[in-house]
């Protein structure tokens, strides 16, 4: 059996939720390597509806294991939020849900930070979700971070003091009384948290690297979750209008301690068409009546924060550049079905930059930003394709839509989801993901 990393190919809200809802039950093990509450999705389960930001969906498959990796940052408040809405419902946590001891601690101070931030950045900010993820993530790298690890070392009080004053500086320069705040920033304070959140967290606490890796040594398979998408990883998305970790596959290692060699494939998880949230280049981005078609048929608003999604056309250029830095070999291609009523759809296959034609996405924002989209043009197919289970029953033309994209961006598409329901999907013949899963998926 095979480790593989999903990992989304674009800005995130790919649906990679109903993906790896799809491949748990051929795996042991799923695990989250970056991120924190700031991602989510809606899981359907049986007639009820799930929503989770930090919690694999693995959870709603009685026998897997979850994990929550040392590169994540985990807010304990919301953790626990999901957990009792998880137990309230008679899903059972105990026993199969687990966090790194290496993994930072999101402190309720985070979000503060984050929100103060973005209002005194007025039309630079980022459009985080304001959970406090830059903030928390900034701790980690500048040292200051605390860890399940640390939750209750006799360090901490001197730690906080370190801390705290920077913190309430930075509050009072952004224009914010630090004292006015819900959340107390004192050292004593956050110091009583961490204490109360170590006994509450400690039956969820454990080495991950040590379980995973021998999950691995005795045959087992691992199911790696990359959240966001590769557009807003810290080091290759499109910086600073990103999120604060490595959301592509690379970051599965380092964000779990499993070594890169025990990965065996990443499939990437690619939607039929572009959206984003928050601020930052786009450059396949619609407006007017399509714009308004994909948002609402597309439902694309988002599930952490309710924003409505930016929508565009799909972007080859981006999808190549997801597949170079990821690894990508098979695709999970999603929501094909929200295209059906269009009449004619288009693809953006390279860039026109002052008069250039550019095939692969610059690292500069400003050139990013005068991009004319150069555009193929596919008739639609103007027929409903929710359900359809197999490739040929798709009309010729979404069947042409989908060789093309694979062809442009370079890797076999093993799956094509046409709804939101788990059984609304198509599984290549003889697919690499099929290989890797050891049979059928679904
Ligand atoms: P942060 O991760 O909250 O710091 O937000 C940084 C950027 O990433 C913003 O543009 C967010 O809208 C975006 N972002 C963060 N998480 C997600 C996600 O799960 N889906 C889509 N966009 C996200």
């Known amino acids: 059996m095979s480790n593989v990393v999903v990992v989304g190919m674009q800005w995130g809200d790919e649906g990679k939720g109903k993906v790896v809802d799809l491949l748990c039950p051929k795996f042991e093990a799923v695990a989250r390597y ?29 026998d897997m294991q ?20 998880l137990e309230a419902r008679g899903v059972e946590v105990e026993g ?14 985070h979000p503060e930070i984050d929100l103060a931030r973005e209002a005194a950045a007025g039309n630079a900010k980022i459009g985080t979700t304001s959970r406090g993820i830059g903030p928390a993530y900034e701790h980690k790298v500048s040292r200051f971070g605390i860890r399940v690890a640390d939750l209750d070392s006799e360090a901490l009080m001197g730690r906080f003091e370190m801390l705290v004053p920077r913190v309430r500086a930075e509050l009072e320069g952004l224009g914010v009384d630090p004292d006015a705040l819900a959340t107390p920033i004192n050292a004593t304070a956050l110091t009583d948290y961490c204490r109360e959140v170590a006994v509450r967290l400690a039956p969820y606490k454990t080495d991950v690297s040590l379980a995973l890796n021998d999950l691995i040594g005795v045959g087992g398979s691992v199911l790696f979750e990359g959240a966001q998408g590769a557009l807003l990883d810290i080091d290759h998305g499109s910086y600073p209008y990103v999120t604060s970790s490595n959301s592509s596959s690379g970051g599965a290692a380092i964000g779990t301690g499993v070594p890169p060699t025990a990965m065996d494939g990443v499939l990437g998880v690619l939607k039929a068409y572009g959206t984003r949230v928050g601020e930052g280049p786009f450059p396949a981005e619609l407006d007017g009546t399509v714009l308004e078609y994909l948002r609402d048929r597309g439902r694309e608003f988002g599930t952490t924060t309710g924003r409505p999604r930016r929508c565009g056309w799909l972007d080859t250029v981006v999808a190549r550049y997801a597949r170079r830095i990821n690894g990508i ?10 295209l059906d009523d269009l009449e004619e ?8 930059i002052d008069g250039e034609r550019v095939d692969e996405l610059p690292a500069d924002l400003a050139k990013l930003g005068r991009v004319q989209p150069i555009y193929e043009t596919f008739p639609g197919w103007q027929e409903n394709t929710i359900g359809r289970l197999r490739f040929d029953d798709l009309p010729v033309n979404a069947q042409q839509y989908v060789r093309f994209i694979e062809e442009e961006v370079g890797a076999e598409i093993s799956l094509v989801s046409t709804g939101p329901k788990r059984e609304e999907t198509i599984m290549m013949d003889d697919s690499l993901l099929e290989s890797w899963t050891g049979g059928l998926v679904g």
């Not at 970056?34 to 709603?60: C, E, M, R, W, Y």
């Not at 040392?70 to 957990?83: K, L, R, S």
């Not at 759809?345 to 026109?352: A, D, F, L, M, S």
């Open 96 to 109: 199969r849900l687990w966090v790194s001891d290496r993994a930072q601690v999101l402190l309720p101070m």
């Open 34 to 62: 970056q991120g924190g509450n700031n991602a989510g999705h809606t899981v359907k389960f049986g007639d009820q509806h799930f929503s989770l930001h930090l919690i694999p969906s693995g959870i709603l498959h009685a």
């Open 345 to 352: 759809i288009k693809v953006c296959v390279g860039y026109n």
């Open 66 to 85: 979850c994990y929550l990796g040392n590169g994540m940052v985990v807010n304990p408040d919301a953790f626990f939020e999901e957990t009792s809405n």
């Open 329 to 338: 070999r098979a695709i999970a291609l999603t929501k094909l079905d929200v």
